[in-house]
């Protein structure tokens, strides 16, 4: 057990109020990581507190669902962050509130929460962390946990295709399925199982991509195109991987609006250049090869569009240089 997951334990034993929080805007690997981790300590300490919370995602219900609190009443609180590596991105928590906070996460390091902070790029996701935590901690994953843990390990890695990946990814996933019975085809479902209106949806984006010479490709996806395929502004994030074995694309970007928020969601992803020191600048961030923005104005998306194709065109001089010298 290395240092982090002891030091980890430890304070889950002290506390007896927990609250586990993740990124706004949620993927599988957010919801996935903090609904695990919160039964898993139920399961260990029946008695103590433990919450998840952040604003709920329909789509993902199937992965139990969230808790409501007043921060203002708990005392002496741990809060865990997962999968968020920066505070203004926290949902459903504020971290001044709570005694002491740990962040479990495996984006780039970006902001300082606690005393104990776990972070580790070279893994897949955040559920492969929490898998990890767990085994080595001794903590019991039923099979609800279980297949949670699995289904954010196989959305972040988009199954097991990401460099990501390691043999450790795998002997993590064996254990989990060996010790918890996982049924991997009753499981797969409910990641890949999509109503015909959303594989229309998909369709109409590969219509649409606008690709140019240096192999950046991009789609704004308006009101009326969500409003006729019957799709929330959220299906864009949940597609944007299934581009990625396009010959001519090395880089992409998927942008929606969301109405709630008022704000512009941007989905990039690539195959080569680096993209997340680009979405930085946009409120963004992320992965070198996964990343996200935020733009609230409209004439920034262009501008986020310029500078991506600036980065697949320095991209492919680089690859054809190093090619020349080979």
């Not at 980890?8 to 981790?37: C, F, T």
């Not at 984006?107 to 898998?131: A, F, Q, R």
């Not at 010959?247 to 680096?274: F, H, M």
Request: charged share 30%; with cysteine.
């Amino acid at each position: 057990m290395n240092s982090k997951i002891r030091a980890i334990a430890r304070r889950i034993k002290e506390y007896d109020n927990i609250v586990i929080a993740r990124h706004v805007g949620p993927d599988p690997d957010a919801v996935a990581s903090q609904i695990a981790l919160r039964d898993a300590i139920r399961l260990r300490y029946p008695s103590k507190n433990v919450y998840a919370v952040g604003t709920p995602v329909s789509k993902f219900n199937y992965y139990g669902k969230l808790d409501k609190i007043d921060e203002n009443k708990l005392s002496d609180a741990l809060l865990f962050v997962l999968d968020c590596p920066n505070i203004i991105r926290i949902d459903g928590a504020d971290i001044t509130k709570y005694k002491e906070v740990i962040k479990i996460d495996h984006h780039p390091y970006e902001d300082k929460m606690g005393e104990i902070e776990w972070v580790n790029v070279d893994s897949t996701s955040t559920c492969e962390m929490i898998t990890e935590f767990l085994i080595s901690a001794r903590y019991r994953a039923n099979k609800v946990i279980a297949e949670n843990l699995f289904l954010g390990v196989v959305a972040d890695s988009d199954r097991f295709l990401f460099s990501t990946t390691t043999p450790k990814t795998l002997e993590l996933m064996a254990i989990l399925i060996k010790n918890s019975r996982i049924n991997i085809a009753e499981v797969y479902p409910k990641l890949y199982l999509r109503p015909l209106n959303e594989v229309k949806f998909q369709s109409y984006i590969t219509e649409h991509l606008k690709v140019t010479k240096n192999g950046f490709a991009s789609l704004k996806i308006d009101k009326k195109i969500i409003e006729k395929y019957g799709v929330d502004s959220g299906t864009a994030s949940n597609l944007v991987n299934n581009f990625n074995n396009i010959k001519e694309i090395i880089c992409w970007a998927l942008v929606s609006y969301d109405e709630k928020q008022k704000i512009y969601k941007v989905n990039i992803r690539s195959r080569g250049p680096v993209i997340n020191e680009v979405a930085s600048k946009y409120n963004g961030g992320g992965h070198a090869m996964a990343s996200g923005a935020r733009i609230s104005k409209q004439s920034d998306i262009q501008k986020l569009f310029n500078e991506l194709d600036e980065e697949c065109k320095k991209y492919k001089s680089n690859l054809k240089k190093e090619n020349e010298n080979s």
